[in-house]
């Protein structure tokens, strides 16, 4: 059996179409059932409608709390028999709580080496440390920011004359393998 998977974005989501590409192979052990935007024009709502999968804006201004936008989001994941949780540029910190229902079952996928460049800019930070390689990384989500267990990492060389976007660019291709490399891990477990 397939695990029933979820991808939560806020933007472009071609991690997501990577994710969504990868599971359309017979044996891949995860299948997407559900896209989750907290944003109304993020452009991967149109990958899932596109690929016929549901999708679900739930905008966090319509919430009091950050918690009870993490319960709105938790009860749609309910809903849909969700075992499997992937961040793919979802941009806003989960509570505490959140983070618990899906302790061990959710991935977040970083535009760094980890635990180097941690934070929103992880490229731009890059680039001013003047490092010769960065990368991206898949990790299982816990409480601490960009800090869990390390799922899968790939190099991708910082070159002369690189700019922000020459360099997200190179690191994107290396995210669209690894982010389903990491999956199919811990789907298989
Ligand atoms: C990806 O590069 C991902 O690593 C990054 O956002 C991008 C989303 O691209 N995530 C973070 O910076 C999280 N701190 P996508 O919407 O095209 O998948």
């Known amino acids: 059996m397939k695990r ?104 977040n996928i970083h535009p760094s080496l980890l635990p180097a460049f941690k934070g929103a800019h992880a490229v731009r930070d890059a680039l001013a440390a003047g490092v010769t390689k960065t990368g991206c990384t898949v990790h299982v989500v816990t409480e601490a920011v960009d800090a869990g267990p390390v799922v899968a990492q790939a190099e991708v060389a910082v070159l002369p004359g690189d700019t922000e976007e020459s360099l997200k660019l190179r690191i994107h291709e290396a995210e669209h393998r690894l982010y389903p490399a990491a999956l199919k891990v811990l789907a298989g477990r």
């Open 4 to 107: 029933r998977v979820a991808v939560l974005i806020s933007g472009n989501g071609s991690n997501l179409q990577a994710l969504i590409d990868a599971a359309k192979e017979e044996n891949y052990p995860a299948q997407i059932v559900l896209v989750i935007s907290n944003k109304p024009q993020a452009y991967g709502l149109k990958r899932a409608a596109t690929a016929h999968i549901p999708a679900l804006v739930i905008e966090h201004g319509a919430y009091a709390t950050r918690e009870e936008f993490d319960r709105a989001v938790h009860a749609a994941l309910m809903d849909a028999h969700v075992e499997i949780l992937c961040l793919a540029g979802f941009m806003r910190l989960l509570s505490p709580w959140f983070v618990a229902q899906w302790q061990g079952r959710m991935l």
